[in-house]
């Protein structure tokens, strides 16, 4: 039958309590005979198995099963109408296989990896019992202080749209009714990332246009992509926190970009609309929370307690509440849990995982610096590891790792000994002793330098991102012996990383990469994988330059700093650390001339589906193989707003052998050159567009004859 039809069937056969309590989600934390009792009654819609709200920064491994199937046996068994319960779980970048952290994902630029990484992750969460991942988190994010942007696809809407996708297409599979199938929810909708100065759950502002051409693609592209959930973000916009905000909740989010599932609420946001200061207590929170559109109530039970009675006053309606329902019991239905409403059973490739796991890893990891090529490493050299991520697990698996285990991890030293045997030597005082006395008999050393999985995440921000003192002795300390520094990166963030840049021959950002981290490390520094990520966020050069990010609108002043013009500061060079889109490889890739099909196109024709075909040949002039990733960026000449200076808005992964060439095309439409005007039309203005295709944003190899005629 019908999806639509089943829901009113069910809508039909349902009381006043038991509407409401679709609407519940309960946290496991809670005591199991009362639980119990709750959801024989019809209380519960949805279990969240986290027992707090900072379940990114501890442990807890979903271990009872049989618990879960009990609870959920209770629903469908021993309730009136037997409606299975959904249950969510925070699986953000790896189950029992850990995945780099999503913002080192992104910076792989390869959308089929990290859709299959998805695929992986969600078929392992259903085993346990889980049916709905909280998760891809899609805050665009321009300032590294933020605990959460490592969480995040980056600075770029382009490219967290591109990731959107692959992340909600790898979760929910191709049929939603799979029992390998989850579903996915985009949050935190919206605006979370620009809390104020970096710290989490400030204050955030932003103009409306803002908001549709830099926040929101990546929301839309998840739902163009199927996402069946969103999670509202704790923030407010222009005074009105999302969490009661009809025209952001409804009107943008279902009317704009056309979702069709339902909103969850972030953990307590209902309740904590009283923190705002919108309501005066829990009953107005549920008032104001419900009527805006949002479905769910997470864990803090303003629904339960309160929506009957503001229901009978009149304050919300039926409609309004039965519109929640149908919302909740559509993502149900379309995940098939009223017919496998249990964990299925079914075998996991492990191996093929951890593959998937090293893979994606490699790809992610930057190459920021390569002097006179210090990497790769010659199989025969001496290599002295020193550093304090040299031996540790744990870190690698990030934040918001809530059931992998630090045993499944190579370690740096381990995967290193693996390929160099007994010439890796791994010197584990980290910093050596108190004089830092470093091993003399090795040609190398590879600093293993990082940061805590702790200060990353949820309410883990930073004030100074520069690089911790005591590394950068030790980077200083080795450099004095003259030998060769490499210095392996093991930070969530990007970090600032003028103080020790100097002092390393080549730079590998190896972020906090998972399970596979210390093996796709060995990977790369010793030429098994040619280097081939490209960093998702801009890297600044002191903790004072930021926010800094590459697609700023244009000033009246020449202050375009970042592409090497002006100077914003008088201390520190004009330019960031690393811009956007940056990466080495271990090859030379050259990229030609831009070539365009046409000098000009008609806006109606543009608007009728043409375009322009752009084109560039890509020359390996290296003697390795390598893949590159082409980026596109477009920059609108003139037009009635301020523009970015670029806007990435195509890019490609490419493998290229040692000597070939390869073209590459890429196709630029109404969607390409269109942005959001102050009257928040969609729309194409008349005139040139500059077109740059390079390996980062900082690129100068353009066309300039891209035209629009009206
Ligand atoms: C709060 C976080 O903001 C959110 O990302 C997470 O999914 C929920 N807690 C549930 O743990």
Not at 52 to 72: D, H, M, P, W
Not at 124 to 131: R, V
Not at 352 to 369: C, D, P, Q
């Amino acid at each position: 039958m019908d999806i639509e039809k089943r829901i009113n069937n069910l809508l039909s056969a349902m009381t006043l309590e038991e509407k409401i309590g679709q609407l519940n989600q309960i946290s496991s934390a809670k005591n199991e005979e009362k639980l119990k009792e709750l959801i024989k009654n019809g209380k519960v819609g949805s279990l969240i198995m986290a027992n707090t709200c900072f379940a990114g920064s501890e442990e807890g491994r979903v271990e009872n099963i049989e618990y879960f199937k009990e609870l959920q046996r209770t629903a469908v068994e021993g309730s009136r109408l037997g409606i299975p319960i959904i249950f969510g779980r925070d699986v953000i970048h790896g189950h029992h296989t850990v995945y780099p952290l999503p913002l080192a994902m992104a910076s792989s630029f390869n959308d089929e990896l990290v859709k299959t990484a998805y695929r992986d992750i969600a078929s392992e969460a259903a085993l346990d019992h889980i049916h709905w991942t909280f998760t891809p988190m899609l805050d665009l994010s321009r300032d590294p202080r933020w605990g959460r942007c490592v969480e995040s696809p980056g600075e770029d809407p382009y490219l967290g749209s591109r990731m959107a996708a692959a992340m909600v297409k790898g979760i929910q599979g191709d049929k939603l009714s799979d029992e390998s199938s989850i579903a996915a929810c985009a949050k935190h909708f919206i605006g979370y990332g620009l809390s104020e100065g970096g710290r989490d759950y400030h204050h955030t502002d932003v103009s409306e246009p803002s908001l549709h051409n830099y926040y929101l693609p990546a929301f839309g592209a998840a739902v163009k992509a199927g996402v069946q959930t969103v999670m509202n973000s704790f923030n407010e916009i222009g005074g009105q926190p999302v969490a009661s905000s009809r025209y952001l909740l409804t009107d943008v989010l279902r009317g704009e970009l056309g979702f069709d599932g339902f909103v969850i609420s972030d953990w307590c946001a209902i309740q904590q609309l009283i923190n705002h200061g919108v309501a005066a207590d829990d009953k107005q929170a549920a008032e104001l929370a419900l009527n805006a559109g949002l479905d769910m109530d997470m864990v803090d039970e303003c629904y339960i307690k309160h929506i009957a009675d503001l229901i009978k006053e009149g304050r919300i309606s039926e409609e309004t509440l039965d519109n929640a329902v149908r919302n909740i019991l559509r993502v149900k239905l379309r995940l098939g849990l009223f017919e496998h409403p249990f964990a299925p059973k079914y075998k996991i490739d492990k191996k093929e995982h951890s593959a998937h796991a090293r893979e994606l890893a490699g790809e992610s990891m930057v190459l920021l610096k390569n002097a006179n090529r210090a990497l790769p490493l010659k199989e025969n050299e001496r290599v002295a590891l020193a550093g304090p991520m040299a031996t540790i697990k744990e870190t690698h698996l990030g934040t918001w790792t809530l059931d992998g285990d630090e045993n499944d991890v190579t370690s740096i030293a381990e995967a290193m000994k693996a390929v160099g045997g007994n010439r890796v030597k791994c010197h584990h005082a980290w910093l050596a002793d108190k004089q830092m006395i470093l091993p003399w008999d090795c040609d190398t050393y590879v600093l293993c330098l990082g940061e805590s999985r702790l200060m990353s995440g949820e309410n883990n921000c930073l004030a100074d991102i520069s690089v911790p003192e005591d590394q950068v002795a030790l980077a200083k300390r080795a450099k004095r012996e003259g030998k060769k520094v490499v210095a392996v990166m093991c930070f969530a963030r990007p970090v600032a990383m003028q103080e020790l840049e100097p002092y390393c021959d080549a730079i590998l950002y190896a972020w906090h990469s998972g399970t596979e981290a210390g093996n796709a490390v060995a990977d790369i520094l010793y030429g098994r994988v040619n280097p081939s990520g490209k960093i998702a966020m801009t890297f600044p050069r002191v903790t004072g330059q930021v926010p800094v990010y590459y697609n700023y609108l244009r000033a009246a002043r020449p202050c375009n700093e970042y592409y090497g013009q002006g100077r914003s500061y008088r201390d520190i060079p004009a330019r960031p650390m690393y811009p956007f889109g940056y990466g080495l490889s271990y090859t030379d890739f050259e990229i030609g001339e831009v070539c365009s099909d046409k000098d000009t196109l008609s806006l109606s024709r543009l608007k009728n589906g043409e375009g322009f075909k752009i084109s560039v040949k890509v020359k390996n002039a290296g003697d390795t193989d390598g893949k590159e990733t082409v980026q596109l960026y477009i920059k609108d000449e003139v037009s009635s707003v301020v523009r970015p200076l670029r806007e990435l808005k195509g890019y490609k992964k490419i493998f290229v052998k040692a000597g070939e060439t390869v073209n590459v095309e890429f196709g630029i439409g109404f969607e390409e050159l269109s942005f959001y005007n102050a009257k928040l039309e969609k729309t194409v203005e008349p005139g040139e567009f500059t077109v740059y295709v390079g390996n980062d944003c900082t690129t100068d190899n353009a066309i300039k004859t891209v035209c629009i005629v009206s």
